[in-house]
Structures are given as C-alpha cells and as structure tokens.
C-alpha cells in the first residue's frame, strides 16, 4: 500500500517562499503521475499541481507561474516550491497518486499570514 509523508509547511509571511517535500514508499514511484492536492478548513480538497511521467505539468490557474512541482526518481520524493505565497494558500498540502488517490497521508500545514 502506498505511503506518503509530506513536510515543509509552517507559518510564512505573504509574497514568501515554502517549499514542500514528499517522500512516497509502497508503490513504484518513477512509474506514476503525481501530485499536490490542497484542502483549506471547510473547503473541499483540490487538485494544485501535477507531474506527468510522460512529460509536462499541470498547474491550477491560482498557482500557475508561482508553484513548481518537481520529483526526484532516486530519492522518491516529490516536490512543491511555492513563491509569491498569499493568503488563499494557506490549507493543508497533501501529495499523492494524480489517478486513483488513495491512502491519504497527514499533510502539511501552511499558513500565510502577516
């Protein structure tokens, strides 16, 4: 079963800078679209980012051009840097599976705010 462990989230200050680390276990990794998915309190968990194994990236209209997500095969791990952060950001990140999410793990929390 797969597993993920996301950290890197903490409280930073709007127009900072975060970047979140996922290590995955249980699953071959370097075969799988990934992505991040975030869940702000009392909203629904969305997509933000993902990463094609076939080549090129996704990003949601409110991130793009300030996310990058990013993989490293060899250390199956995924990435998100976040810059320019606002407000609206603040929500638990997940990463996960692009299709077939499942095995949801703890997330990590990131809070922007003066």
């Known amino acids: 079963q797969a597993q993920f462990v996301e950290s890197g989230g903490g409280l930073v200050q709007p127009g900072g800078s975060l970047r979140l680390s996922c290590a995955a276990s249980g699953m071959i990794f370097r075969l799988r679209d990934m992505a991040w998915y975030r869940q702000a309190p009392g909203g629904q968990r969305e997509l933000v980012a993902a990463?094609?194994?076939?080549?090129?990236?996704y990003y949601a209209d409110s991130v793009k051009g300030r996310f990058t997500i990013s993989r490293d095969d060899h250390k199956v791990t995924l990435y998100l840097q976040m810059n320019s952060l606002k407000s609206e950001d603040s929500a638990v990140y997940f990463c996960?599976?692009?299709?077939?999410?499942?095995?949801w793990g703890q997330g990590t929390q990131v809070t922007v705010s003066s």
């Open positions: 990463l094609f194994i076939g080549g090129g990236a």
């Open positions: 996960n599976r692009r299709y077939n999410a499942d095995s």
